[in-house]
C-alpha cells in the first residue's frame, strides 16, 4: 500500500504542478482557456456521446480521489497529514458536487461551456492537491 500511495501521490503532484506553476506565476487564465478550447473541440468532435463520456470521467475521478484519501489515512499515521486528508477530503466534496451541479445544468441548456467551472475553485483544489501530494511524498520519503 506504501508503494500504491507513494505512485498514486507522486502522479498527482506530476499532473496538479502543470497548473500550479501557472496559478504561482499569476496567468492560469491561458491555461483555463486552452483547457476549454480543448474540451470543447473534444465535445464536437464526440457529438451526443460525450455527455456520457464526460459523466464517466467525473465518477472515474471520484474514485481515484476517494481511494487516495483511503490510501492515505491507511497509510499515513501522522495527525497534521491526517488532518489535511480531512480538509482536503471536505473541499474536495464540495469540489465535486458543485461540479456535478454545473454538469448537470450545462447538459440541460441553463449554462454555456465557457461558465461551466467555478476556475476560483478549480485553482483552490490544484493547490490544495499539489501541496498534500508533496507533503506524502515528503512523509514516505523521510518519515
Known sequence: MILALGIFA???LFLYSLYFIRIIKGKPQDFEIELLKSMTQWMVQQGRSSKG????????????????????????KNPFIQFFTA?????????????????????????????????GMERMS??????????????????
Open 10 to 12: 507522486g502522479i498527482l
Open 53 to 76: 463520456q464526460l459523466w464517466a470521467m467525473y465518477f472515474f475521478s471520484v474514485l481515484l480521489e476517494l481511494t487516495y484519501f483511503i490510501l492515505v489515512l491507511l497509510v499515513i
Open 87 to 119: 480538509l482536503l477530503a471536505g473541499v474536495e466534496t464540495f469540489h465535486l458536487a458543485s461540479t456535478a451541479v454545473s454538469f448537470r445544468r450545462f447538459f440541460a441548456g441553463q449554462t454555456m461551456i465557457s461558465q461551466l467551472f467555478n476556475w
Open 126 to 143: 490544484a493547490i490544495l492537491f499539489f501541496t498534500h501530494s508533496l507533503l506524502v511524498l515528503v512523509t514516505l520519503l523521510f518519515f
